[in-house]
Structures are given as structure tokens and as C-alpha cells.
């Protein structure tokens, strides 16, 4: 697989366009991951980048990298601070009556031994919440803008599935896994704010396989 794109580049971070189906950390049964284009993303520098934040295995799109030790602690704490808007699409199995909102669910983790583990709304969970606006239909399916105010582990996943009722296409964890050759879902854009320095501001162009459902950008 060739070294992902390169959507931003200063001195103390990149934004790369990951591709779907690429995990960030090696598999524990081996294969390729993100870990394999480090050293070309150097670009001249001493350390390889780290990705200081995570996307699912099957999702696309932005991804930040800090390039030094100290601009990781920065960008991390911007995350945990909430000065990062993500943008996310997604398309989902079925049609949405309503044309935006908001959903509010807290999540919780379980693990059983023949599903593995997965998330659920549940009362005592962490609290997270997703803005969302319908954008097109296609095929019976839609294309939606999510946009999360949290970061939950597969928030949006369980979002769509539990708060929409209708799970994104292709996601064999709280879908039917049909539909798609992955999970729907791409990290469109991204702006991360910095103190003293103009924000890092990134955007993703759709992947193939979501104009192969019919739809594309613009």
C-alpha cells in the first residue's frame, strides 16, 4: 500500500488521509498497519510522527500526527480539552425521516466471550453526544454529517445504530456487516486550535467506495 496523503504539514504536525481498512496499531495476528509508513513520514525529520488520536480500522480520512514529543502533549490536551471539531460522513442502511438533531447517549463497554467486546447505551456509561444533518439518499441509504461533541470509543457507530436506529452500511459490529466492503464511515475534515499559531485545518476528500454508492464530494 503506497504512503497515505498528506492533507497538512508544519513543523509540528501532520494531518494524513488514512486509508479504510488500514489499523493504526499492528494486528496482533500480523499484516499491514499504519506503523509501516512512519519512517517515510518523517520527511527529514529525526522521530517519526505518532498519531495523537484514533480512528477505527475501517475508517478513512484525517488523521493528526505530532511531530515531536511536545506538540503530542499540545495536541492531546487540545483533544481532551474540546478545541478539535471533527467532521465526520457516514453513510447509513436506510432512510432518515428527520433532517438533523442531536443525539445524547452514554456508552458503556461489555465483552462476552463469543461476540468479543463492543459498546452500548447504558445509563451509567460515560456521556457522549453527536450532531448529525441528513445530506442525500441514495439506493435506500443516506449520507450524514456527524459532527461529535465527545469521543467515545465506536461513538458514532452506536450512535447511528442505537440513536438513528439505522447503523451504518457495511459495519459488521452493530450492523449486518452488508452493503459495503467496510464500515461507512470517513474523518472528513478537522480543525485542531492552537494558542498563539493559526489553527490546523484538514479536509479528506471521499473515498471511492462512497461514490460507488452513489455518492461523491460537491
Known amino acids: 500500500m503506497d504512503t497515505p496523503e498528506i492533507l497538512y504539514e508544519d513543523g509540528e504536525a501532520l494531518v494524513i488521509d488514512k486509508p479504510g481498512g488500514l489499523p493504526i496499531e499492528r494486528p496482533r495476528k500480523g499484516g499491514a498497519s499504519l506503523e509501516d509508513h512512519l519512517d ?3 520527511l527529514g525529520f529525526r522521530r517519526a510522527p505518532v498519531p495523537v488520536h484514533r480512528l477505527d480500522t475501517d475508517t478513512s480520512g484525517c488523521l493528526l500526527l505530532a511531530r515531536n514529543p511536545k506538540a503530542l502533549k499540545r495536541f492531546s490536551r487540545a483533544f481532551e480539552e474540546r478545541r478539535v471539531d471533527k467532521r465526520y460522513l457516514g453513510v447509513v442502511a436506510g432512510e432518515l425521516p428527520e433532517a438533523e438533531g442531536t443525539i445524547e447517549l452514554a456508552l458503556a463497554k461489555i465483552s462476552s466471550a463469543d461476540k468479543g467486546w463492543r459498546m452500548i447505551p ?13 445530506l442525500a439518499a441514495a439506493g435506500g441509504n443516506t449520507l450524514v454529517e456527524f459532527r461529535p461533541e465527545t469521543g467515545r ?3 458514532l457507530r452506536v450512535h447511528a445504530a442505537s440513536g438513528l436506529r439505522v447503523p451504518l452500511l457495511g459495519d459488521p459490529v452493530y450492523g449486518d456487516g452488508k452493503g459495503a466492503p467496510r464500515t461507512m464511515l470517513h474523518a472528513a475534515g478537522l480543525v485542531v486550535q ?8 484538514a479536509v479528506a476528500p471521499l473515498p471511492r467506495e462512497f461514490a460507488a454508492l452513489g455518492f461523491a464530494d460537491g
Open 122 to 134: 447504558a445509563k451509567k456509561g460515560k456521556p457522549s453526544v453527536t450532531h448529525w444533518r441528513r
Open 40 to 42: 517515510a513520514l518523517k
Open 153 to 155: 470509543t465506536h461513538q
Open 194 to 201: 492552537r494558542d498563539g499559531k493559526p489553527p490546523i485545518e
